[in-house]
Every structure is written in structure tokens, then in C-alpha cells.
């Protein structure tokens, strides 16, 4: 069983910084994409950032040039490096991962979700 465990989330105020952590554990041969979606209430989940094992990232236009995806495969961990925050990036940040359970299957994973809230 694979599990995605987030951490890093919390409260702070415009213009602040925080540091979402992703680590991934269980039994497994290799993760391919991992990213960050976030959700706000009365929305679905929505994709902020991924990055692919071979380090392309991709971002939402709301977060280019603010936010920055990074990935420790080392340590199976994933991250998100969150600057200059506004009150519209409050909201629910969940870690998802394309894991490679066994050599020839490929399965995702959503973590339970930490929420980022910025006050104005």
C-alpha cells in the first residue's frame, strides 16, 4: 500500500511563505509525476504544479513565478515552495502521485491534504 503524507501547511499572512512536503512510502518501483492540486470550497480539486521524473514542471498561470515544484527522489518526497502568497491561495493543497507499484502498473495516489491559509 502506498501512502502520500503532506505537511508544511498553515497560516500566514499575505506576501508570506510556506513549504508543502509530499513524502511517499510503501512498497513500490517508482514514482513517475507527482504534483499539487488545491481545492476551495464549492470547487473541485485543481492542478497548482506537477513535475515528471525527469524534472519538466508545469504550472498554473495564477502561479508561475511564485510558486516552485521540486521532487527528491532519493527521499520520495515532493515539494512546493510557495512565495508571495495571496488570500486567493487559500485553500485545501492535496499531494497526488503516479506510482509504479509493480514494473508493468501504474496506479494514483492522492495524500489527505493540508490547508494553506492567507490572510490579508
Known amino acids: 500500500q502506498v501512502q502520500l503524507v503532506e505537511s508544511g501547511g498553515g497560516l500566514v499572512q499575505a506576501g508570506g511563505s510556506l513549504r508543502l512536503s509530499c513524502l511517499a512510502s510503501g512498497s513500490f518501483v517508482s514514482i513517475e509525476n507527482m504534483g499539487w492540486y488545491h481545492r476551495t470550497p464549492g470547487r473541485q480539486r485543481e492542478l497548482v504544479a506537477m513535475i515528471s521524473r525527469r524534472g519538466i514542471t508545469t504550472y498554473v498561470d495564477s502561479v508561475k513565478g511564485r510558486f516552485t515544484i521540486s521532487r527528491d527522489d532519493a527521499n520520495n518526497t515532493v515539494y512546493l515552495q510557495m512565495n508571495s502568497l495571496k488570500p486567493d491561495d487559500t485553500a485545501v493543497y492535496y499531494c497526488?502521485?503516479?506510482?509504479?507499484?509493480?514494473?508493468?502498473?501504474?496506479?494514483?495516489?492522492w495524500g489527505q491534504g493540508t490547508q494553506v491559509t492567507v490572510s490579508s
Open positions: 497526488n502521485a503516479d506510482v509504479r507499484v509493480i514494473a508493468t502498473s501504474l496506479s494514483n495516489y
